[in-house]
C-alpha cells in the first residue's frame, strides 16, 4: 500500500476555499485515491474518489497532477459543519479492499 | 439506503466481562469490515468478510475477539474477558465486491468502554 502524508491539522474562516495536500510518492499504477470525512462519535463517510485529473461532486473537488504523486482536496465555502478529520487514502490492501487509515488532517473551521 | 446500523452505540463493562456488538450492513452489500479506532487515530482494520466467509484477520484480532456472519447479513463481533486496552470505537463498514476500489459505508460504531 503507498504511504500517505498529509497535515496533522488546518485552520480556516468560514466561506473560505480549503484546500489540503496529500503526498503519496508510492502509489501504484492501478491505486486510486479516496478520501474520507470523520466527525466526531460518527463513522468515516466517503467524500470523493478518483484516479487522475479532476474529479468534482457535490462536496468537494479531488485534483491529481499528472505523475499522480500527490492529490489535493478541494472545499469550497467551508462552514463551522466542515469541522471534522479527513482521512487520504491510496489503494486497497489485496483483493479484500480494507483500509489503511493514517491520522489525518484536523480540519477546525473558525466563525 | 438506510445505512449501516450498529448496535448498542455505547456500552460500559467492567473488565472481565463479555460484550458482543451487532453489526447490520447496507443489504445488498456482501462484503463486511470490522475496524477499531482510539482517540486521535485513524481506524485499523480487523477482520472482514465476503458474505459469510471470514477472509482475513488482523493480528490485532487476539483470541479473546470472535466475529462471525451468519448467512451472511448482519455480523456480531464478541470480546470475552474484557481488559482495559480494548475501550476503544468499534467500527462496522460495508461495501459491494465489485473491485477493492469500492467506497466503504460505515457505521456510526459502538463505543465501548471498559471500568
Known amino acids: 500500500l503507498a504511504k500517505t502524508t498529509q497535515p496533522i491539522s488546518m485552520d480556516s474562516y468560514e466561506g473560505q476555499e480549503v484546500n489540503i495536500t496529500c503526498s503519496h510518492n508510492?502509489?501504484?499504477?492501478?491505486?486510486?485515491i479516496t478520501w474520507y470525512q470523520q466527525f466526531p462519535s460518527q463513522g468515516p463517510r466517503f467524500i470523493i474518489q478518483?484516479?487522475?485529473t479532476k474529479v468534482t461532486n457535490e462536496v468537494a473537488s479531488l485534483f491529481i497532477p499528472a505523475d499522480r504523486k500527490s492529490s489535493t482536496l478541494s472545499l469550497p465555502r467551508v462552514s463551522l459543519s466542515d469541522t471534522a478529520v479527513y482521512y487520504c487514502?491510496?489503494?486497497?490492501?489485496?483483493?479484500?479492499?480494507?483500509?489503511?487509515f493514517g491520522q489525518g488532517t484536523t480540519l477546525q473551521v473558525k466563525p | 439506503d438506510t445505512g449501516v446500523s450498529q448496535n448498542p452505540r455505547h456500552k460500559i463493562t467492567k473488565r472481565g466481562q463479555n460484550v458482543t456488538f451487532r453489526c447490520d450492513p447496507i443489504?445488498?452489500?456482501?462484503?463486511l469490515y470490522w475496524y477499531r479506532q482510539t482517540l486521535g487515530q485513524g481506524p485499523e482494520f480487523l477482520t472482514y468478510?465476503?458474505?459469510?466467509?471470514?477472509?482475513?484477520k488482523s493480528r490485532l484480532l487476539s483470541d479473546r475477539f470472535s466475529a462471525e456472519r451468519p448467512k451472511g447479513s448482519f455480523s456480531t463481533l464478541e470480546i470475552q474477558r474484557t481488559e482495559q486496552g480494548d475501550s476503544a470505537m468499534y467500527l462496522c463498514?460495508?461495501?459491494?465486491?465489485?473491485?477493492?476500489?469500492?467506497?466503504?459505508?460505515f457505521g456510526d460504531g459502538t463505543r465501548l468502554s471498559i471500568l
Open positions: 478518483g484516479y487522475k
Open positions: 468478510f465476503q458474505n459469510e466467509a471470514q477472509l482475513e
Open positions: 487514502l491510496v489503494g486497497h490492501s489485496g483483493n479484500t479492499g480494507k483500509l489503511i
Open positions: 463498514a460495508s461495501s459491494l465486491a465489485l473491485d477493492g476500489n469500492q467506497p466503504q459505508h
Open positions: 443489504s445488498e452489500h456482501n462484503r
Open positions: 508510492n502509489i501504484a499504477t492501478n491505486d486510486y
